[in-house]
């Protein structure tokens, strides 16, 4: 596993994790590329949180291994170059903001003149700098979840593994997380995003992969995922009763989950280069037709088609 040695910051093979006779993850296998910001998805109860929770050595593996900036998991040298912002948190509310920062950029082993400087550029960066003083029991839960990011970042980390960052955010907040998530990319800093909210992982992530039962079922390029896909809709000439089987079987060199019903077939195609294949196709079978209408899949719609619509 370790041929690639420097290229990936995360690196799985077949991770499993069961509580009894249940299965939270069953085989975790994937890469995740230094600077790259990677779109975790999947229901709640999918499994997210404990790969995220192997990854990070909080939980042992019931089987399998990984890389974490290539070393083992629970490794301490690696760990020291990870941020994780866990979905429920909760802070030493007595402590003013600033104060809650210093005593973890202490446990980080931040010295003493570095944290004195990032932790005012931090807070300015969660736009919290005006309630530095303020105690976090009196904290919004918008603004608990802004210093938690700020938290992550204390370390200067190479690695921030994010477990639905935008939850308890309204949209200025939202906005700031995804503002926060470019400027990590630029930095060069992998991002590992647990989400379920599809429009951020739409406008953040540079690859995502579909979790569903603790089981990975698919993994893209998000680019791929959102602009590859074309659901197609055709409409033929109503002078056949029944669109003929192998037709169907005929379409299928040029999209998947080609289904007919009536006089209408919808297919998922592969890119728009196909759409005069398939009209020239059915036309040279003698079809008539009267309706060729191309639209891409949104993220939502690959999510429910993906993962099957679970919610639990």
């Known amino acids: 596993m370790g041929d690639m040695a420097g290229t990936n910051a995360v690196e799985t093979q077949g991770l499993r994790k069961v509580y009894g006779e249940q299965t939270a993850v069953a085989d975790l296998t994937l890469t995740v590329p230094r600077g790259e910001v990677f779109g975790f998805l999947g229901p709640n109860g999918a499994g997210k949180t404990t790969a995220v929770k192997m990854l990070l050595g909080l939980v042992a593996p019931t ?64 736009d919290l700098s005006a309630h530095a003083d303020k105690k976090l029991r009196a904290f919004s839960k918008g603004m608990l979840q802004r210093i938690g990011l700020a938290q992550t970042l204390l370390n ?65 390029a998000l680019e791929d995922l959102v602009n590859g896909e074309l659901v197609v809709r055709l409409r033929v000439g109503p002078q056949r009763p029944r669109i003929p089987p192998d037709v169907l079987v005929g379409l299928a060199a040029w999209g998947d989950n080609v289904r007919a019903e009536g006089d209408r077939i919808t297919l998922t195609a ?11 196709y059915l036309i040279g079978r003698g079809f008539d037709l009267y309706e060729l209408s191309p639209q891409r899949v949104s993220l939502e719609e690959l999510f429910v088609e993906i993962v099957g619509g679970e919610t639990g």
């Open 270 to 280: 592969h890119g728009e280069a196909d759409l005069p294949e398939i009209a020239r």
């Open 63 to 126: 089987a399998g291994e990984a890389l974490v900036l290539d070393r083992p998991l629970g490794d301490p040298a690696g760990r020291a170059r990870v941020g994780f912002l866990p979905e429920h948190f909760r802070f030493h509310d007595w402590l003013k903001a600033s104060e809650f920062l210093k005593l973890h950029a202490d446990l980080y082993g931040v010295p003493a003149k570095v944290s004195r400087q990032r932790i005012p550029e931090l807070l300015a960066l969660v």
């Open 156 to 220: 200067d980390p190479e690695l921030v593994f994010l477990d639905e960052p935008t939850s308890g955010l309204d949209p200025m907040g939202r906005r700031l997380v995804r503002d926060i998530i470019h400027t990590l990319r630029e930095r060069g800093t992998t991002v590992f995003l647990n989400s379920h909210l599809l429009s951020e992982v739409e406008i953040t992530c540079d690859r995502v992969a579909f979790i569903r039962r603790g089981e990975l079922v698919r993994i893209s």
